[in-house]
Each structure stands twice: as C-alpha cells, then as structure tokens.
C-alpha cells in the first residue's frame, strides 16, 4: 500500500545552511517512516527542482507527483510561501495544508505584509516553535495553532566540558551563529568584543555575510580588536556543531527569532546562553533565564561575557537553568508532535465531504 505523500516547501534548501532548511531535513526524516515526502522551494515546482528528503527519510516513490499534487502541503515561513500556499489552496481546495511561522512572520510580517496575512488566513493549521509565538498571532488564528519545539540531532550531546582544552589556550570562546543580516544584530556581537574586559575572552562568529555591509563591518572589527574577535564566515553545519560544543558559551543577539535553531544546538551541547531579551529567546530558554541582555546593548553583552568568564557559580546556575529546558528540544518529544499533527490533518481530511 502505498504511502501518503507531502510536500515541504522551503524557500532555503541545502545550500542556504539556515534554519528553515535544518527544520525541512529534520521533518522529512521525522515523516519518512509513514510518508512519502519531499522538499522543494516553491509549488508548483516550477524552475526550482525539488530536494531530495535526507538520508534517513525514505525517498520519495515519484517526486513529480509528490511535489505536484501531494496529499498534504508543509510551507515554512508565511511571506516567502505565500505564493506555493495560495496556488496550492487553489489547485486543491479540498487538502490540508500546514504553515510554519518563522521569526520574522511572527515579529513583523503577519502585523503589516498582506500576502503574509493571507497565509496566516488560508492555512488549514500553523505551528509555532516556542511558547510565546501563540501571543503574536490574531484571535482568530489561535484555535488552529500548535506549538512544536524544534530538536537538536539525536546523539548530538555535549561530549564533555573540555575544561582541560580552555585551560591550555587560557581562552574562553564565546560564539555566535548565524548569517550576517539585520534580524541576527551582529553589530552588537562586534560592538560587544571592543569593550569585554576579561582577556581570555575571544568572540567568534560563524556565518556568511548576506548583507554585504556587515561583512565589512566584521573584517573591520576582526582587524580592530585582533584576537579578540574572529569572523570565520559560512560552515558546514556539522562543522558548526563540533565548534559549538567545546564553546564556552553561546551568544544570540537576535532582533526577532521564531524558535532558534542555534539555542536547540547549544542547550542539548550544555553550552550556557547569552541571549537578546526577545520574546521568542524568552519562549525557548523561559521566563525566569537569568542570561538575557538588553537588544542591541553591546554594554550589557560584553558584562554577560565578563561574568560568565569571572563568576563560575553563575556560569553554573546558566547551565541548570538550560538543562531544565533541554527536555523540550528531544528529537522524539518534536517528531511525536509532528506526527500527531499530521496525523490528525490527514484524517479529518479524509472523513471531510470531497468536493
């Protein structure tokens, strides 16, 4: 018997190594064992060729017709899959579809953008991926919502605290993640390494610059505060993950985050956060985080940096405070949600009269 099919849409797939894609391969290796599924970055599928699901997932049995006209549509970020959400409610009025709200619909495009809007309006069902995103949205879309944390990579613990290693380079790397545009604020990472006092800190950042100016800003800054901080521009996200590890912390500076993928990595690591006081950081770490700084004050970041270089009961207490949160990020806790969601949509389509 054949499976049913879905098809996720992702205006990111491989190459952009970012969040949307880490969240399209993590569901379609979730949805393999009962689905066929594939990925692709727009429907219909026009020039843009489909991804293949990864390794894990089951290849889709005919991806031209999974992508064409699949029993359920997956569609990340409202504004960007608009267009993929609105051809396909047309072309079969009668299939479900799921909308998964990043930080950017949430924090901005669902309060002004139209087409963002109308996804909000047409979706059958939205996810967001923190708490706190369900207190953005209009009265109306609540009833449908659902929230599914994200997970980190079954087996991606942290495999020690490498004190030994920090103690022979007398450094503390405190690393940010993520890609050089506005809504990540990495101005205040840089602004930040110019004033930490402590001197075994050292800031590092991993991430491409897709906006030209805060890659000049950063080469700037790398040649200003010479080992102090160090842009090593775009990685592989394996690669990411290993220097993540053996980081002392980890800095989100974030302007809006719909659920960050890199506090996942970083909590289920038992790498400490330093986060932006935003309401999606406050939805994954918790209300009572003692981490925060204000957005956009360099000042206070760098104070967050030097206490948790010179003051190890807090360090510590950060670290308690990201293991009592790190049960929500289990990679089985996230695809047991999906599935159920998936489940439920598939099956109240099929007991809904077909037109």
Known sequence: ????????????????????????????????????????????????????????ATPPRDAAAAVSAPDLLIALHARRSASSLAAFRAAHPERPTLLVLTGTDLYRDIHSDASAQASLAAAHALVVLQSAGLDELPAAARPKAHVIYQSAPAG?????VRSDIRTQAQ??????????????????FMRAAEVVREPSARLVHIGGALNAALGEAAHATQNAVAGRYEWLGALPHDQTVDRLRSAHAMAICSRMEGGANVIIEAVTSGVPVLASDISGN??????????????????ALAALIDRSVSDPAWLQ????QCAARAKLFE??????ALLALVDNLLHQNQERPQK
């Open 1 to 56: 018997m054949s499976k049913p099919t879905i098809c996720i849409v992702s205006p990111a797939l491989a190459a952009a190594n970012n969040g949307n894609w880490q969240t399209a391969s993590r569901w379609a290796g979730f949805l393999a064992p009962r689905y066929d599924v594939s990925i692709t970055s727009a429907w219909p599928e026009a020039s843009s060729a489909a991804a293949p699901s990864p390794p894990a």
């Open 171 to 188: 450094q503390h790397e405190i690393l940010m993640i993520g890609h050089l545009r506005d809504e990540k604020d990495p101005l205040t």
């Open 317 to 320: 207490r950060l670290r308690a």
């Open 282 to 299: 406050r939805g994954m770490l918790g209300e009572d985080y003692e981490g925060y700084f204000p957005l956009g004050d360099a000042q």
């Open 331 to 336: 990679p089985a806790t996230e695809q047991a």
């Open 156 to 160: 991606a613990k942290h495999p020690g």
